[in-house]
């Protein structure tokens, strides 16, 4: 008889007909599903994004509540992936099911913002997180400051460390400094895109700054860009690592509210590729600054300037070497590996490819 636990996942994945999708939390989930079908883990999928446009909100909120109610007795545990609305309004609704089917829960908060989204929810909102969400079995976050936090502010002993990951899918190699910057994110004015083709303006021809992503503020158009920043187009999940791997620097000058651990630099991290990028939100925990990345100010385009000018071919040896080491933290077989053992699961062997 099989006792491992049978977990039902409820979350929302990228979908290539919406780009505006594919962002953090949508794209670890992913990943963690991956993860779960290469070692024969079993588990249920409720996906919670499946409309789009007006009125999906409480769409999916429906279809997703409705879709745990009839199936969650088939499982032990309910783990409940959420951005900051989901968090807030979908996931005490949840709980409040996992306690009438006497099953358990685990709450996976995606983000660095989990805290400020909490604090400024109106107090009826914050009111039924607070004694439901808590006392789930299971608490993860993104960063170390969010358990900090959770632990001081709620005793929680239930809080855990779980990381943005990526898969190492290519091994690490040495590219020769060819001052070629890469941003790859969604395109809009908080993740500093403005600051980037401003900055450009200071570099000749011997640098190369492409651009991708979908445009997702009006603020930005493509005819801003011009001169040796260049703007890519929308780039498919399927596309970043082999895109990356041309260039020698990811450059993201984000302010973005929502920052975690921006994803686009683990990825970078799995090839040797290092950053610049801002000190900001949870960032500095992601990125050691002089080792694996630099940190300047946010909303400055002059320190940005002054970090790509500062990359020679010495301190970019240095860099690769950092970024090689740090995305240790970061590997997705080692962190998700751990993290299914909070459940109960061993991990099994991989399929056959």
Not at 13 to 21: A, F, I, K
Not at 77 to 97: E, H
Not at 321 to 350: C, P, T
Request: proline share 5%; charged share 20%; with cysteine.
């Amino acid at each position: 008889m099989n006792t491992t636990p049978l977990v039902m996942i409820v979350g929302s994945l990228p979908d290539p007909m919406v780009p505006e999708s594919t962002g953090g939390s949508t794209v670890l989930l992913r990943s963690l599903l991956e993860f779960l079908n290469a070692h024969k883990i079993r588990h249920g999928l409720v996906r919670a994004n499946r409309f789009f446009g007006r009125g999906a909100f409480f769409k999916n909120g429906v279809a997703t509540l409705w879709a745990v109610l009839k199936d969650l007795r088939k499982f032990d545990f309910v783990l409940v992936n959420c951005s900051q609305n989901g968090s807030l309004y979908l996931a005490p609704l949840i709980f409040i099911i996992s306690r009438l089917a006497r099953r358990k829960m685990a709450f996976r908060a995606f983000g660095g913002d989990f805290r400020e989204n909490l604090t400024s929810a109106p107090t009826p909102v914050r009111w039924l997180f607070e004694r439901t969400v808590i006392r789930a079995e299971l608490i993860f976050v993104e960063t170390k400051a969010l358990v900090h936090y959770f632990r001081s502010a709620y005793s929680c002993q239930n809080v855990i460390w779980f990381p943005n990951s990526r898969a190492r899918t290519a091994e690490a190699r040495t590219r020769p400094y060819q001052r070629r910057f890469v941003f790859i994110s969604h395109v809009k004015r908080s993740k500093g895109v403005l600051h980037l083709i401003e900055a450009a303006k200071s570099f000749n021809s011997q640098y190369v700054i492409d651009v991708y992503g979908p445009i997702l503020d009006s603020e930005i158009a493509i005819n801003n860009f011009s001169g040796i920043i260049r703007y890519r187009g929308h780039l498919p999940p399927e596309k970043v690592m082999e895109t990356l791997d041309m260039y020698n620097v990811v450059v993201l000058p984000t302010f973005y509210d929502g920052e975690g651990y921006p994803g686009i630099i683990i990825e970078a991290y799995s090839l040797g590729i290092p950053c610049i990028t801002t000190k900001w939100k949870a960032i500095p925990e992601v990125v050691d600054d002089g080792q694996s990345g630099i940190l300047i100010a946010p909303h400055s385009t002059s320190e940005l300037i002054h970090a790509m000018r500062k990359i020679d071919e010495g301190l970019y040896a240095r860099l690769v070497q950092g970024a090689q080491a740090k995305f240790k933290e970061f590997d997705q077989e080692q962190v998700n590996e751990k993290f299914i053992s909070y459940f109960g699961i061993e991990k099994r062997s991989k399929c056959a490819v």
